[in-house]
Each structure stands twice: as structure tokens, then as C-alpha cells.
């Protein structure tokens, strides 16, 4: 009963890690590929190598067990113990100079294929901030920008370059199913190219420990069909609708009149600042707060409500607003589709 039970929790052990929207085991991009084929081979090489020692090491244990004939004296025989020492000598420089080969040559194919970033790639700027993410799709001139945070879309089988950013302090761009980890640093411009070979939902997270909110420094990856993809672009690049109703529009008057449009753009509005996420279509994306709550109109309410109860820390201040001030403007919030 012990053993079935043991079983059944190393199975579900190995299986729960084997899918998963943020999971280097379950690669969903070209990248992502490249890098299980080196992880692959580490892991069969070194396991033979560490087979074979625990092999040896334990046929040595055996032989030299103590039997009867110890207590006699030994019979010295230097010459054949030395052939026989050569021999395993050259076996095993043999045996660890083929690993090694394989190994170099299979990290060498590996990151050829990886700076191949193939034909007519999208590009997309990323800049990290404490603790969220700015994400421009750069399109044929000024008009065809689109501005988002904490998400990227992506369509299936193009490459997408993106360009690496930060604000602040050092941060690490990661979607393990799509591919490997890339810093972003101040004063500097990284690239990672990313190739998504299937469509799905994904997540990104920050790998550089960069401070107190860190862990909630996630975003959404939506891989789509290329179709999908012009479709969410286009309306992207639309502006934000007038509100019509009055508690709406009673919203987008606080929410210009107070702090937040001193922080916050909405496109074709007065709200023109640049510090925090774009908002424009605040309304399309998962997730708020990069990743920290669905974007659902209550976990909205209680953001905005009071940040620094949800994400100590952050830099979205707590504006002081009544119940009704704050009902307005998550009505205002809830028309930026
Ligand atoms: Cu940004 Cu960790």
C-alpha cells in the first residue's frame, strides 16, 4: 500500500511538470526546441556517465568485500594490475572525450540555429519597469505603433524580434515554452528572437530578481493564428470610444481630473503621460497589475482601490477616491476595449 502510494505520488510528481503555460519541458516555439534538444542530449550523456560510475564504483565494492583469503598474505603480481589499469584508463579518456565532443558540437548546432532568426520578422520593444512591462509593436511608421503592457501577442510561425529594455534595474525576460532567458539592461539593448511553432496561451514571468515585487512581475503570451493576430493589431491601433453613458462619463472626467492621467495614457484622450502601462485597451488584456489579477470589473475595483494592498510596493500610488468616485471610474476603465 506504502509502495503504490509512493508510486502514485513520484507519477504525479513527474507528470504535473510535464505541460503547462510556463514550462521549458512542454516547448511550443522554435527556440524552445532548440534548447530541449541540448537539455536532452546533458541529461542522456550525463545520465550514461553517471550510470556507469555508480556501476563501477559498485562492482569495485563487491570484488574488495572481505572474504576468507585476506587473512593470507597477497600475491603481488604488479605487471598484469598495471595492464589492467591502462586499459580502463584509456576506456574511460575514450568514453569522456565522447561525451564532451557530443556535447560541444550538440551546444554549437544549437546556438547557430538560435541566432538564425528566419524571414521577415515582427519587432516588438520591451521595456522593463519595477514591476510591470511597456510592449510596442514598432508597424510601418508613427500610425501603425501599438502601444500595450504586460501582454504579448504573437502569430503562429512568424519570428518575432524583441528588442530589450530597462528602465531601472536589471531584469530577465523569460517564456520557458517559447524560449530561453534574456536580461534586460539599463543602458543597454538586448535581443531575443521568438518563433512560436503552435497557438496557445503562455506566460511570461521576470527571471533577475529585481526587488520587493519581483514574483508579480509576469504577462500574458496569446499565440494566435496570423489572422487573429491583424485582427487584434487593427484594433489596437484604434483609438479609445468616447464613454456614453453618464457614470462612465462622470469616470473619465476623475480619472483625468485626478492623479491618474498623471501617470497614465488612454490614446485620444488628455491622458498623455508615459510612466505607468497604456491603457487604451486596458479592457483586451487577461490580466492587471502584470499579471498579478484577473481582469475581471472586481479585481479592477480593488486595485485601483488600493494598490499597495495588492502589490506592496508598487509604484501606482493609493488616490484617494470616494466609493462613488471609484465605482465611475472602473465604469470609465471597463468601456477601454
Ligand atoms: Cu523584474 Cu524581476
Not at 593470507?72 to 579518456?93: H, M, N, Y
Amino acid at each position: 500500500n506504502g509502495a503504490l502510494r509512493g508510486l502514485v505520488l513520484l507519477a504525479a510528481l513527474t507528470l504535473a511538470a510535464c505541460h503547462g503555460p510556463q514550462n521549458i519541458l512542454d516547448p511550443a516555439g522554435k527556440q524552445a526546441q532548440d534548447i530541449d534538444v541540448v537539455w536532452r542530449t546533458m541529461l542522456v550523456v550525463c545520465g550514461l556517465m553517471y550510470l556507469l560510475v555508480m556501476a563501477f564504483l559498485g562492482s569495485a565494492l563487491w570484488r574488495a568485500r572481505r572474504k576468507p583469503s585476506d587473512d593470507a598474505l597477497p600475491i603481488q603480481s604488479r605487471t598484469a594490475a598495471e595492464g589492467v589499469l591502462d586499459r580502463t584508463l584509456t576506456g574511460w579518456i575514450g568514453l569522456i572525450v565522447t561525451g564532451l565532443i557530443v556535447l560541444v558540437s550538440v551546444s554549437f548546432l544549437v546556438d547557430r540555429s538560435l541566432a538564425d532568426v528566419g524571414p521577415d520578422p515582427l519587432r516588438i520593444k520591451v521595456t522593463a519597469n519595477q514591476w510591470w512591462w511597456d510592449v510596442e509593436y514598432q508597424g510601418q511608421g508613427p500610425s501603425e505603433r501599438v502601444l500595450t503592457a504586460n501582454e504579448l501577442r504573437l502569430p503562429v510561425g512568424r519570428p518575432a524580434v524583441v528588442e530589450l529594455h530597462a528602465n531601472d534595474v536589471i531584469h530577465s525576460f523569460w517564456v520557458p515554452n517559447l524560449s530561453g532567458k534574456t536580461d534586460l539592461i539599463p543602458g543597454r539593448v538586448n535581443f531575443i528572437t521568438l518563433t512560436p511553432t503552435r497557438t496557445g496561451a503562455f506566460r511570461g514571468q521576470c527571471a533577475e530578481f529585481c526587488g520587493l515585487e519581483h514574483a508579480k512581475m509576469a504577462f500574458d503570451v496569446q499565440v494566435t493564428s496570423p489572422q487573429e493576430f491583424e485582427a487584434w493589431r487593427r484594433s489596437q491601433l484604434a483609438r479609445a470610444a468616447d464613454p456614453t453613458g453618464p457614470l462612465e462619463i462622470q469616470g473619465k472626467q476623475i480619472f483625468n481630473g485626478k492623479a491618474c492621467a498623471m501617470c497614465h495614457r488612454v490614446q485620444g484622450t488628455d491622458a498623455g503621460a508615459g510612466i505607468g502601462p497604456d491603457l487604451t485597451h486596458l479592457k483586451s488584456r487577461a490580466t492587471i497589475a502584470a499579471g498579478t489579477l484577473p481582469n475581471t470589473r472586481g479585481d479592477l475595483q480593488a486595485w485601483v482601490a488600493d494598490p499597495q494592498g495588492v502589490k506592496p510596493g508598487t509604484t501606482m500610488p493609493r488616490v484617494p477616491l470616494t466609493a462613488s468616485e471609484l465605482n465611475a471610474v472602473v465604469a470609465y476603465l471597463e468601456t477601454l476595449r
